[in-house]
C-alpha cells in the first residue's frame, strides 16, 4: 500500500487557488521592452531612508555582493505559475544591509523603467528567499524577462518582481506602485488570493 503524496498531490501543494501550471514562461509587461546594448550607462540607485545610498553599476551588483542560487516557483496574478525555476543574482537582504536601513523604513518602492513602479512591505523585500535576478536558469536574463536586474519575490504574485529595475527605495509609507493605483492588491500573496483591491 502507497502511503506518501502522489506528485500530483505535492505538485497541488505549490500551487495556490486559481492558478494553472505552465512551463512556458509567458511575457507580459506595460510599455516598452528596454534593450540595452552598452550596460555603462545603466544603473540602479539605492536611496531612501538609508545611512548609505548607493549607485551601483551592473559590475558593482556582481562583484560586491555575494552571488545567490535560489530555485522557487513563481505566480502570476493571471492565473499561470510556472514551477522550478533557478534563479542567479544576489539577495535583496545584501543590498538593504549594505545601504544601512533606517529604522523607521518599513516599506519599499521599486522602480523600473517608464517609471514604472511596484511596492511592497520591507519585511517582503529583506526574505531570504528575495533577489535580485540577473539569470534565469542557467541563462543571462533576456530583456523580455527584465535584462539586466529584476527582482524575484516567490511568495508573492509575480508583479510584485519587477523587471529592468533602476531604483530601490526606501520609504516609512506603503505607496501604491503601478499597478496597484489600478486595482491591484497592495500586498498580493498567491495563497490569499490577493489579487485585486477588493480581494
Not at 539577495?91 to 517609471?115: N, P, S
Not at 529583506?126 to 529584476?150: C, D, F, K, M, V
Amino acid at each position: 500500500m502507497f502511503f506518501g503524496k502522489t506528485k500530483q498531490t505535492a505538485q497541488s501543494e505549490r500551487v495556490p487557488p486559481n492558478q494553472n501550471v505552465t512551463t512556458k514562461f509567458p511575457v507580459l509587461h506595460a510599455g516598452n521592452v528596454p534593450y540595452y546594448e552598452d550596460l555603462s550607462k545603466w544603473n540602479l540607485q539605492v536611496y531612501g531612508l538609508v545611512d548609505q545610498p548607493m549607485l551601483l553599476s551592473f559590475e558593482d551588483i556582481k562583484s560586491s555582493f555575494p552571488k545567490t542560487e535560489s530555485e522557487n516557483d513563481i505566480h502570476c496574478v493571471t492565473g499561470w505559475s510556472r514551477l522550478d525555476n533557478v534563479w542567479e543574482g544576489v539577495r535583496a537582504k545584501d543590498i538593504a544591509e549594505k545601504a544601512g536601513v533606517q529604522k523607521e523604513a518599513g516599506y519599499v518602492i521599486l522602480h523600473a523603467e517608464e517609471g514604472w513602479t511596484a511596492n511592497l512591505p520591507l519585511s517582503d523585500f529583506i526574505r531570504e528567499t528575495s533577489l535580485l535576478a540577473y539569470a534565469h536558469n542557467g541563462e543571462p536574463l533576456t530583456p523580455e524577462h527584465g535584462y539586466p536586474l529584476r527582482g524575484v519575490f516567490p511568495h508573492l504574485y509575480f508583479w510584485k518582481s519587477a523587471k529592468w529595475l533602476r531604483g530601490i527605495q526606501f520609504t516609512k509609507e506603503n505607496h501604491p506602485g503601478f499597478w496597484e493605483k489600478n486595482g491591484y492588491h497592495m500586498r498580493g500573496d498567491p495563497w490569499k488570493n490577493q489579487r485585486f483591491i477588493w480581494d
